[in-house]
């Protein structure tokens, strides 16, 4: 590229936003492109969103030197349920599936490991009775994505990636526990939120006006007005500074 970019017609340096509306057409209208480039850009291939929802079995650490060790669940009130920690990888990817899928379409393999806190509570105090974790692992799912075969038009290091990335997750009882009955166990329903992508490296032609140019950095504003400098506070007061009031600066 030869330069920053500027608008042809004005000569002053774009700003990434809404094209001007053209007052004559009154739409939205881009300045012509002035050059064409060859960019190195991350592609999308493809992509899937998928949700979770499983139920599992907790039990209650209640043996010695565990987490819940000699508290009384008929106390129990009250359990909260939290995600604290979500790692979804891709850990297999399989040949192209052949007709009547599509070409490179394949099976993709995803293992996902959950950690949960469990808190139980007697709100009668209140007070909490105790905290403990539970991980469930090796929870594996697939699903068929479009991955183009690595080679030549990708370079070295530049794809396929197939990852897997979880963008929410929430964790309740998926049975109602009874206020002072004892139990050893609770059954959690854990829902998680993630989406599956392909991407690689691509060499893409497109045209361009020019570098970016930065704008001008805006100062934080002040919570708490500071008085600076504070003149009234730098020098020891004289006698008539009584009479008359306050210093200023003016």
């Given amino acids: ?35 064409i480039d060859c960019l190195l850009v991350e592609k999308v291939y493809d992509q899937c ?8 079995r907790v039990l209650i650490p209640t043996g010695p030197g565990e987490a819940c060790e000699n508290v009384d669940t008929t106390r129990v009130t009250r359990v909260e349920c939290q995600v604290v920690d979500v790692v979804c990888e891709v850990v297999d990817v399989g040949p192209p599936l052949g007709p009547p899928f599509g070409p490179n379409e394949r ?34 799912n697939q699903v068929v994505l479009y991955v183009p075969p690595a080679g030549l038009l990708f370079g070295a290091g530049g794809g396929p990636f197939v990852f897997c990335e979880v963008t929410g997750f929430t964790c309740f009882l998926a049975r109602e526990f009874v206020p002072g009955e004892e ?18 490296f691509i060499k893409l032609m497109v045209p361009v006006y020019g570098f970016c140019v930065p704008r001008i950095c805006e100062a934080a504003p002040q919570e708490i007005e500071l008085n600076c400098p504070p003149i009234d506070e730098l020098f020891p007061p004289q006698p008539d500074d009584y009479a008359q009031g306050p210093i200023n600066d003016d």
Wanted: glycine share 4%; with cysteine.
């Fill in 107 to 140: 099976i993709v393999t995803i293992e996902q490991t959950v950690t949960i806190q469990v808190e139980l509570w007697d709100d009668s105090v209140p007070v909490l009775l105790c905290s403990f974790t539970q991980t469930f692992a090796d929870e594996f």
């Fill in 183 to 200: 139990f050893d166990s609770l059954l959690f329903r854990i829902k998680i939120c993630k989406i599956i992508e392909v991407t690689a």
């Fill in 49 to 56: 969103w998928k949700e979770e929802d499983f139920v599992r």
């Fill in 1 to 35: 590229m030869a330069g920053p970019a500027r608008d042809p017609e004005t000569g002053k340096f774009l700003k990434p936003g809404l094209c001007p509306i053209n007052p004559y057409t009154e739409r939205r209208e881009c300045p012509p492109a002035t050059e």
